[in-house]
């Protein structure tokens, strides 16, 4: 019968080795993309030391494995294309722990938002745009809770109340 070592001993000698640190944030970039203060938490919360993951976050940034640009890049395209508006996303890459430079770099190199809100607005209620005031205001919390904001939502609408 072979002896095993406690997992409670391997796990004190391992959350100061970067080796093991090194290991678990491949393991977890090979799955997804993330972001660097993103990547961080994710080793603390598994148990490594805050000096550990720190080291292998410099490293794997200095060999170009790990890139907050291209992470918020790719980020803004995937949830563009999924129909979600720039407000939305914004929000969620600084949750992400990305700096406010970034985030708006990346949503500058978008897509045209406001095409994004119309074809939004098209794919949900159809190609005929709203009638009355109940489906204009309808419609824009639609496009308000994808994450449009208030001129990208006048123009996907129509809702211009100087016409009206």
């Known amino acids: 019968m072979a002896l095993r070592r406690s997992s409670k001993a391997a796990n004190t000698q391992q959350r100061a080795d970067p080796e093991a640190a090194r290991t678990a944030a491949i393991a977890l970039l090979a799955r997804r993309d993330f972001a660097s203060a993103e990547l961080r938490a994710k080793l603390c919360s598994r148990g490594f030391e805050e ?8 490293e794997l940034a200095a060999r170009g494995v790990l890139d907050d640009r291209r992470f918020a890049e790719n980020y803004v395209i995937w949830h563009a294309g999924r129909g979600q508006g720039p407000i939305r996303i914004a929000a969620q890459l600084r949750r992400c722990g990305l700096p406010e430079g970034l985030v708006d ?12 809100a119309r074809r939004a607005r098209r794919a949900r209620f159809g190609r005929e745009p709203p009638a009355s005031w109940a489906d204009k205001t309808r419609q824009a919390r639609f496009l308000q809770y994808r994450g449009f904001s208030s001129d990208h939502i006048r123009a996907a609408t129509g809702a211009d109340p100087d016409v009206d």
């Open 51 to 58: 000096a550990a993951a720190g080291q292998v976050i410099t």
């Open 105 to 116: 770099a990346a949503l500058a190199s978008g897509p045209d938002w406001h095409a994004l």
